[in-house]
């Protein structure tokens, strides 16, 4: 079955550094979801494409993180400058069309921020 | 605020035990529930959904879930555990009038003793 790939797996890096995270969805897949989910708690939604275009990121911290999907396929966030709560997993996942379909996750990039 | 309850946080049983799982919405308008779970070392993964219609909603490996308006309820149930469905449980619901983003419960930890 096909897969959501993200990378990296794991990032550990210092207060006010940037990361950078990457996510491939599955080919065909219109729309594209970063979810933030912190030790214990349920994924929370950080960003939506439609394409190439936002549909949501009212929960986007936007002084510090950014996300692209330029040619509404491959995605990148990003955080700059990282800071020690930002300590999580990041998830990706895609589905063919709207979140009311089914969603296919990626493994997730887990973030540490010393 | 809108927001999904998953009252219990860790769950203990023992095989052939029967599982009930809470989940709680205080979303208004029309709805779409969804259970998604995580097996250990795992993506996350649909087990079912509900839009409409028959309010008992039969998933994966046996799992069946009931929807239950008038108590802002969708909790998830299976007669008999086995000691494979040890995962993570995640409550999800979508709504028509917050731009059907999928918003997940904090989640229930179930451990299945074998």
């Known amino acids: 079955e096909a897969e959501v790939a993200q990378s990296p797996r794991y990032k550990i890096t210092e207060k006010s550094q940037a990361v950078a995270f990457w996510c491939d969805p599955i080919?065909?897949?219109?729309?594209l979801y970063w979810y933030r989910q912190i030790l214990g708690q349920g994924p929370e939604l950080l960003v939506q494409?439609?394409?190439?275009?936002?549909?949501?990121d009212s929960q986007l911290p936007k002084d510090r993180f950014s996300a692209e999907r330029l040619k509404g396929v491959d995605s990148t966030l990003k955080i700059q400058p990282a800071e020690l709560g930002d300590s999580a997993m990041y998830l990706c996942?895609?589905?063919?069309?709207?979140?009311?379909?089914?969603?296919?996750f990626g493994s997730g990039t887990q973030l540490s921020v010393l | 605020a809108q927001s999904v309850s998953q009252h219990n946080h860790h769950v203990i049983l023992s095989e052939a035990a029967s599982l009930e799982l809470g989940c709680n919405y205080s979303?208004?308008?029309?709805?779409?529930l969804f259970w998604y779970v995580q097996y250990p070392g795992q993506h996350l993964q649909l087990l079912l959904k509900?839009?409409?219609?028959?309010?008992l909603v039969k998933g994966i490996k046996g799992f069946e879930a009931e929807f239950i308006k008038s108590k802002f309820s969708f909790n998830l149930r299976k007669p008999s555990v086995q000691w494979s469905d040890t995962a993570e449980y995640f409550c999800?619901?979508?709504?028509?009038?917050?731009?059907?983003?999928?918003?997940f419960g904090g989640g229930t930890r179930l451990m299945v003793k074998p």
């Open positions: 996942a895609s589905s063919f069309g709207t979140a009311n379909e089914k969603l296919f």
């Open positions: 080919s065909g897949h219109a729309t």
């Open positions: 494409f439609q394409d190439e275009s936002v549909v949501d």
């Open positions: 979303y208004g308008g029309t709805v779409n």
């Open positions: 509900y839009f409409s219609g028959d309010p």
């Open positions: 999800a619901v979508t709504a028509n009038n917050a731009g059907n983003m999928l918003t």
